[in-house]
């Protein structure tokens, strides 16, 4: 029996899973044009009247939840988080005179291979640049290298060490550790970089270099018997490398290289989530929409669902599997709307700094450590977070993956320190400068922030000013 039920329920399972990570990918756009096509099959209806996405009350003619958005509590730390039926982002002929004028952006349409280009651009010359462009095209979606060293350098006829010296480069831009061979090289890589800006655990190093089959497979016992230390001390540094490296580095940039925006023409954004102060007070909680862009409530056709009953055997087939696709697409929308809020909770308890004080202020936070604080695998965070925008309290609009640039308080301290300079500071007067304010980093890792945050060298900075 358990051989016969058993293929179904992985079926099932796997459609479940599919739709779900599909819809969470989405943009709050691309979701309204899924919801659109979805209403194709005559199994599913959209009932129009305006209902909370969460509780299913009915709601008034304008306006959030009046149950949903209220706090459970007025302490600040807590956000209220609510899914948000804000279908006046969209007029019938999705005009984008609907869009909110308040703050332009630019879409983020910029490729991975281009983003490490553009880092280590400066540290190469002609030649070195066309063997790094070859070198970048030749990664694959997780941001390893699909061609050994040797065969870039007999391609281009040049020494061994010059390529492996450009790989180098590309492995410490950011995301770091693109360009590796495999999760492993990768995840040293990593600890380099990391231990160049704070302590890390040496038993780190060991175990990704002499158990990282045991490590992929969480056998920490035996980790603890191979190494020879405790198993207390294995679980504190797998807890060290999991909430800072990844395995995946490609991963970080998924938004832009797997799903590029086709909308590139754009100016102004739909926000996927608005952010806003409870009763106007920043001393209050924050208030989180997560916008679902439609009138209504959708559900399966109750008329629909009767008539397939006194159906002719042969219509009733096609007509079951109209039903099953309904009754699916909602469960995968419920679905990913839960996975929202709960991910909008945590990120925005933790960065409310940020949220309200700026980029300074940001907190450490990765995508790997939400995943396992949350339950839930972190391909499933990354492709929440990715393409999204978030419209914060002064009406700025940015990407959601913002909230996960351990880099981001630095490059804003880099930027204030080099709008105030009356002469051209050097990379290494940079970093001490840096060091004061206490941000610790190599003189290489300002250089690749700085290029990041498209400010010349030192040298070409004081010829502009000439």
């Not at 880092?119 to 640049?129: K, S, T």
């Not at 290494?428 to 060298?457: D, F, H, W």
């Amino acid at each position: 029996m358990f051989q016969i039920q058993s293929p179904s329920i992985r079926t099932v399972t796997t459609a479940h899973l599919t739709q779900t990570m599909t819809l969470l990918n989405q943009t709050v756009g691309e979701l309204y044009q899924q919801i659109q096509q979805e209403l194709t099959n005559p199994a599913l209806e959209l009932v129009e009247e305006r209902r909370c996405p969460t509780c299913h009350r009915v709601l008034p003619g304008h306006g959030e939840c009046p149950v949903c958005s209220r706090p459970v509590s007025m302490q600040a730390e807590e956000p209220v988080v609510f899914v948000s039926p804000r279908e006046d982002f969209y007029s019938s002929g999705g005009s984008s005179a609907d869009l909110i004028p308040d703050e332009p952006v630019s879409p983020i349409v910029e490729e991975l291979p281009v983003f490490i280009l553009r880092q280590i651009a400066v540290e190469l010359e002609g030649e070195e640049r066309r063997i790094a462009a070859f070198f970048l095209t030749h990664l694959d979606e997780d941001g390893f290298l699909t061609i050994a060293p040797v065969e870039i350098a007999q391609y281009f006829h040049v020494p061994l060490s010059k390529v492996l010296r450009i790989k180098q480069l590309i492995q410490r831009a950011e995301p770091v550790g693109v360009g590796s061979a495999n999760p492993q090289e990768a995840l040293l890589v990593q600890l380099d970089v990391l231990n160049e800006t704070k302590p890390t655990p040496e038993l780190a190093r060991h175990i990704i270099a002499e158990a990282m089959d045991l490590l992929t497979h969480r056998q920490y016992a035996e980790i603890a018997r191979k190494l020879n230390v405790s198993y207390h001390q294995v679980q504190e540094t797998v807890r060290f490398i999991g909430e800072n490296l990844n395995p995946f580095p490609a991963r970080a940039h998924w938004g832009d290289v797997r799903n590029p925006s086709p909308k590139a023409g754009e100016v102004y954004y739909h926000p996927d989530i608005i952010i806003s102060y409870l009763n106007n007070s920043p001393e209050n909680p924050l208030v989180v929409e997560i916008i679902l862009p439609i009138r209504g409530y959708l559900r399966v056709n109750p008329l629909f669902r009767q008539a397939a009953r006194i159906a002719s055997e042969e219509t009733r087939i096609g007509m079951k599997n109209d039903l099953e696709r309904a009754a699916l697409f909602v469960k995968c929308l419920q679905q990913r709307n839960f996975t929202m809020q709960r991910l909008m909770q945590r990120v925005v308890s933790i960065q409310r700094d940020f949220i309200l004080r700026g980029d300074r202020y940001i907190k450490p936070l990765t995508r790997a450590s939400l995943a396992e604080e949350l339950g839930v695998h972190e391909s499933t965070i990354s492709r929440a977070v990715s393409n999204k925008t978030v419209q914060l309290p002064n009406k700025k609009i940015i990407p959601l993956a913002n909230f996960f640039d351990r880099s981001l308080n630095v490059r804003t301290a880099l930027r204030e320190i080099i709008s105030r300079e009356k002469n051209p500071l050097s990379d290494s007067q940079l970093a001490r400068l840096l060091a004061q304010q206490g941000y610790e980093v190599a003189r290489r890792t300002v250089a690749k922030y700085r290029a990041m945050e498209g400010i010349l060298p030192a040298h070409l900075r004081r010829v502009n000013q000439v």
